[in-house]
C-alpha cells in the first residue's frame, strides 16, 4: 500500500548494504570449457535492455539466469516490476556471496486499487487520515507475516555453509483479526487517549482488562480460566473519590474502568498482588494494542515516561542538582558528566533528561530504583552530616506543584511516600482499591519526619552535536533488541561486553518495545552527526516527531534507500538514546 505512514517489510537479519551504491554485475563465468575458451554461464548473454517491466520480464530474465552464480541476479537491482493485480515489487538488495544479507524485496500498491479506502473514511478528523492509515497498514504487515508464517517461508534454509538464518525474514509478530475491527480498536485507543486531559486523568484502565502476559518474554496477554480481570475499585469512604471513571469510544459508546487522577500517586500492596503487572500496563499504554491483547483500552498519557537506576551508564553535561548538591571535591552538578553513573545519579540523570524533552507523567517502580534517590530515613539522616543527595521524596509534590508533572510511583516498603501522595490505590488479589483516607489515618498515626521542598530546581535544555566519527558513513546498526552499534574508533566509546562491540545499550529505557525503534534511532543519530552542527535536543526529536506525522517514516529516510523496517519511536526513547552516546558533545 501507497501511503506516507508506516513502513512495511520483511525483517532481515544483518545490516543494509551500501545505502544508494549500485553493484558492479557479476562475470557470472565458471572454469570448465573445451579448448582455451570458458564455457559462458546462464545468463551472461542476456540482455539487460531487453528486461520488461511486467511480471512476464521478471519470469523472463529468473529463468535466463537460472544456475548463474549470486553476481548475475545484481543485474534486477533497483528494478521494479508490476503484477496485473496492480501491485509493483522492486528489488531493493540482492544478495552478493552464500554469507551476505539476504536479499530484499519491497511490495508497493496505490491505496486506490486496493479497495481499502473505506478504512480511511472514519477519522474524527476529517483531512486527518494518519491515524487509519497507520492501522491499515500494521493489519497488512500483520496478515503478511502470519502468511509467511503459516507456510513455513520463514524457516531455516541451512545448506553446505553459508548464510542460514530465515530466508523469509525473522518474522516474530502477532496474527490480526479482521481488518475493520482491527482499525476501529485503534480509532477507539487513540480518541479514549485524547480525553484524558479533560478528565484530569493520565493513565485509564478499563474493566475487563487482561493485563498479566504469557511470560517476561511475550506480550500475548496469559491465558488461564483462573485469570483476574481487571475491574475498577468503589469508594472506600464517603470522602474518598470514586477512581471509577467512563470514557467514550470513538463512536460514543461508554467503556468504565479506573481513571489515574493527576498529581502524586501510590501504587502499593503485598507482594505478588499485581502492581508491577499495572505498572507495566500502563507503561505501554503510550502504544495501542490490537484486538485480543487484553490491554485494547488501557491508555496512558503520551509523554508517560518510565525511569529506573541504570549503574555503569554515561552521563554528558547534565544538571542533576535538584538531587544533588555537590561532588567530591567541591564538583559541580549542574555540568554533571560521568563515565559509569551510580545507580542515584544514573536515576537523577534519567529523571532530568525525561524533563527536559518534555514529560508530563514519570512512572516508578521502587524494585528498579536506587533507594538512596528514592527517600532517607530519620536513622540516616542523623548519621550523615554530609549527604549531597536530596531524596525523590521530598521533591515530588513540588514536581508537581511548580512543573505540573505527575508521579505515578509502586511502592511496597517506602511508607514515607504516603505523606506525599494525592492517591494511594491498593492491589489485593490482582484488583485495586481506593486505599487513600486509610494512607492518611496512617500517615496521622504514625507520623513521620519527611522533608518537603517547595521549590523543584532546574530543568536543564541543551545543546548537543554528534561527531560524524561515531556514527560513521552510513546509519549505525542494530544489535538484538537494545543494542545500537557505533565506530570502535574512538577512544571514548566502550564496548559492550557481551557482543564485543562499541555501541549504545538502551535495555534500561523499558519503553522500546520493537526492534524497527532502534533502527530509526539509528536514521537520526546519523542525521544529527551529517548535520555537523549544535543543536537543542529537544528541537531535534520534536522536528523528528513532526517529520513522521507530516511525511510518515520515509520522511526520516528520503536521501537513502527504503527497506520498511522502521517502527515509529516517540521522542522520549530517541533522546534516550543520544544521552547515552559515549563521546556526545554537549555545548556549555
Wanted: hydrophobic letters at 35%.
Amino acid at each position: 500500500m501507497s501511503s506516507r505512514g508506516r513502513g512495511f517489510g520483511g525483517r532481515g537479519f544483518g545490516g543494509r548494504g551500501n545505502r544508494g551504491s549500485a553493484f558492479a554485475r557479476g562475470s557470472g563465468h565458471n572454469d570448465g570449457g573445451r579448448g582455451r575458451g570458458k564455457r559462458p554461464a546462464p545468463g551472461d548473454d542476456f540482455d539487460d535492455s531487453a528486461i520488461s517491466a511486467d511480471w512476464n520480464g521478471l519470469g523472463h530474465v529468473l529463468s535466463a539466469i537460472d544456475g548463474s552464480g549470486y553476481g548475475a541476479y545484481k543485474r534486477l537491482l533497483q528494478r521494479t516490476f508490476t503484477h496485473e493485480t496492480g501491485f509493483r515489487m522492486v528489488i531493493r538488495y540482492v544478495q552478493g556471496d552464500p554469507y551476505a544479507t539476504p536479499s530484499r524485496i519491497g511490495v508497493v500498491m496505490d491505496l486506490d486499487k486496493t479497495g481499502l479506502s473505506t478504512t480511511m473514511e472514519s477519522s474524527a478528523n476529517p483531512g486527518d487520515q494518519r491515524p487509519e492509515r497507520v492501522a491499515t497498514a500494521d493489519y497488512i504487515t500483520r496478515l503478511a507475516a502470519s502468511f509467511i508464517n503459516k507456510h513455513g517461508l520463514d524457516d531455516n534454509v541451512a545448506g553446505q555453509g553459508g548464510w542460514s538464518g530465515p530466508k523469509g525474514g525473522a518474522l516474530n509478530i502477532n496474527a490480526p483479526a479482521g481488518l475493520q475491527k482491527h482499525v476501529q480498536t485503534f480509532l477507539d485507543q487513540e480518541h479514549m487517549r485524547g480525553q484524558l486531559e479533560a478528565h484530569g486523568l493520565v493513565a485509564f484502565i478499563a474493566n475487563g482488562s487482561i493485563l498479566p502476559r504469557q511470560s517476561g518474554a511475550s506480550s500475548l496477554p496469559m491465558a488461564s480460566k483462573d485469570i483476574v480481570k481487571f475491574q475498577a475499585p468503589a469508594s472506600s469512604s464517603e470522602t474518598s473519590k470514586s477512581l471509577r471513571v467512563e470514557l467514550n469510544k470513538a463512536d460514543s459508546s461508554p467503556v468504565i474502568g479506573m481513571g489515574v487522577k493527576k498529581g502524586v500517586t501510590v501504587l502499593t500492596g503485598g507482594g505478588f498482588h499485581g502492581k508491577s503487572t499495572l505498572l507495566a500496563a500502563i507503561q505501554q499504554g503510550v502504544y495501542n494494542h490490537i484486538p485480543g491483547d487484553g490491554r485494547e483500552y488501557v491508555v496512558s498519557d503520551p509523554t508517560a515516561f518510565k525511569v529506573r537506576a541504570e549503574d555503569g551508564r554515561s552521563v554528558t553535561s547534565l544538571n542533576i542538582s535538584p538531587f544533588v548538591s555537590t561532588l567530591p571535591g567541591g564538583k559541580s552538578t549542574k555540568t554533571f558528566n560521568t563515565s559509569n553513573a551510580s545507580g542515584s545519579t544514573s536515576m537523577a540523570a534519567n529523571i532530568q533528561e525525561a524533563l527536559e524533552i518534555g514529560t508530563k507523567l514519570l512512572l516508578i517502580d521502587e524494585d528498579t530504583a536506587a533507594t538512596n534517590l528514592l527517600l532517607r530515613d530519620e536513622r540516616m539522616a542523623s548519621l550523615i552530616d554530609a549527604e549531597p543527595i536530596t531524596p525523590f521524596v521530598s521533591k515530588v509534590r513540588a514536581l508537581y506543584q511548580r512543573q505540573h508533572i505527575s508521579t505515578l510511583i509502586v511502592v511496597g516498603g517506602c511508607g514515607d511516600y504516603l505523606s506525599a501522595a494525592d492517591h494511594v490505590i491498593g492491589m489485593q488479589d490482582f484488583l485495586p482499591r481506593d486505599l487513600t483516607s486509610r494512607a492518611q489515618e496512617v500517615v496521622a498515626s504514625h507520623p513521620r519526619l519527611v522533608q518537603t521542598l517547595d521549590i523543584y530546581g532546574d530543568v536543564p535544555s541543551r545543546v548537543v552535536a554528534l561527531e560524524q566519527a561515531l556514527v560513521g558513513a552510513m546509519p549505525p546498526a542494530v544489535r538484538g533488541r537494545s543494542f545500537i552499534k557505533l565506530q570502535s574508533g574512538s577512544k571514548s566509546l566502550v564496548k559492550n561486553p557481551a557482543e564485543e562491540e562499541s555501541g549504545i545499550e538502551l535495555d534500561a529505557v523499558e519503553q522500546l518495545v520493537e526492534r524497527g525503534q532502534l533502527r530509526l534511532i539509528a536514521e537520526v543519530l546519523f542525521d544529527l552527526a551529517a548535520a555537523g552542527s549544535s543543536r537543542n535536543l529537544k528541537d531535534v526529536v520534536l522536528e523528528m516527531e513532526k517529520t513522521v506525522t507530516s511525511d510518515g517514516l520515509d520522511g526520516l529516510v528520503k536521501n537513502s534507500e527504503l527497506w520498511g523496517d522502521l517502527v515509529e519511536c516517540r521522542r522520549f526513547e530517541v533522546a534516550a538514546a543520544v544521552n547515552r552516546v559515549r563521546g556526545l558533545k554537549v555545548a556549555v
